[in-house]
């Protein structure tokens, strides 16, 4: 992984020759860490008599062909910013696309000489994010920004985009790494505690979970489609003024994929008010209000293509996504936290408590958020 020291460390000085490649003859007013994201370290730069942008070091240790994440993202621009100037957007609403910045030498990314992939991005003005959920608007908001997005790509083919990041939300692949990792730790290697008991008894209790969606799609009832892929909710901005959704960011992860992963993806991450980063797992529950706030924005939008079959793997969708992000940080923590960011030795362990407290609460409800769907069509 990027050591985030190395770039966040990195002195004024070195980080405005970087900013210099992006915008070459501005005044710096500032540049300083901006966001909780746990890739890519970003920041935030301010400019005298400019426009703020944000720049960001990508991970290659995640993203190991960064260039074709940035092709990937130019494409989805473009598409984007075509397609709505078409869009009726409702009154008062706007909707805007992260733009691709380029360097003075007209690329889309800048390779420095010790080897930091940077790339520069358009600031959505006037917009925030959270880490949690506000309130009931926040989550139907947060869903219409998702409808959005999927609205927005869905003629571009899946063909034009190129798989960044192989595997991504494949679940069964993740099972299969985390017996990999269980095997190469020898037993004595494994520490016991009864959190640790918890994650591995959790997820051997579940061994048809991770092939419910890749069976749908295996059997032909879901099919690909341009995914964002990384819903979560710090990742759609809110206008500050209206409220309103104005944008989805961190493109890094579209590629083709089922809507399910980010129908899923959304709803985990903003139907659990203690958020994701709760040292207080125990008490970490899936509030369906949310859920049902969440999925009426999002259907505002998405009941003109969801089908059928799309209803009915929404609800499996959602168990599946909490289980897998358990998986993947308690798979990440016993191999020694390689890809997420952490802030202590157990920080990802912390994390998948959290997933897995929350899969078992979405799991206890399964008669009411299947109601709720129902009731919503
Ligand atoms: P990561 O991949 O590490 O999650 P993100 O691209 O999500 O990185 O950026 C981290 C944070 O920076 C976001 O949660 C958001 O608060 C802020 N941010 C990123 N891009 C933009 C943007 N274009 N406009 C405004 N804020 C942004
Ligand atoms: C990562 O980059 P960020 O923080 O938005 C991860 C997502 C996880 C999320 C959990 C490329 O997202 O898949 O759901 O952490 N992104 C990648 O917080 O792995
Ligand atoms: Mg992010």
Known sequence: MTDKSETINKTFNQLSKIVSQFKPNASIADIRPYGSGNINNTFLVTLDHQPPFIMQCLNTKVFCQPELVMDNICVLSDYVSQRLQQFDLPSKRRWLIPQVLFTKDQRHHHLTKDGFFWRAISFID???????????????????????????????????????????????????????????????????????????????????????????????????????????????????????????????????????????????????????????????????????????????????????????????????????????????????NVYFKVSHDEHNLARALVQFKLTESIEQQEVIIKQIIANLR
């Open 126 to 336: 006037n917009s925030q994010s959270f880490d949690t959920i506000q309130d009931l608007n926040h989550a139907q908001e947060i869903g219409y920004g998702l409808g959005m997005f999927h609205s927005l790509l869905n003629n571009l083919s899946p063909k034009q985009l190129a798989d960044t990041l192989e595997g991504f939300h494949i679940t069964p692949r993740y099972l299969k790494h985390y017996q990999q990792v269980l095997e190469t730790l020898e037993t004595s290697n494994i520490k016991t505690s009864p959190e640790i008991n918890y994650c591995l008894q959790f997820i051997s209790d579940r061994p048809n979970l991770p092939h419910i969606l890749e069976n749908a799609k295996e059997l032909g009832k879901l099919k690909l489609r341009p995914i964002h892929g990384d819903p979560k909710i710090n990742n759609i901005m809110i206008d500050c003024s209206t409220q309103q959704a104005v944008a989805m960011i961190d493109l890094d992860t579209v590629k083709p994929g089922l809507i399910h992963y980010d129908i899923g993806d959304c709803l985990r991450s903003g139907c659990n008010p203690l958020g994701e980063e709760t040292a207080d797992w125990s008490q970490v529950t899936f509030d369906p209000k949310l859920a049902e706030a969440m999925l009426s924005g999002y259907l505002t939008i998405a009941e003109d293509f969801l089908t059928e079959n799309d209803y009915q793997y929404i609800y499996d969708s959602i168990r599946l996504l909490a289980f897998e992000l358990g998986l993947r940080f308690f798979t990440d923590y016993l191999a020694g």
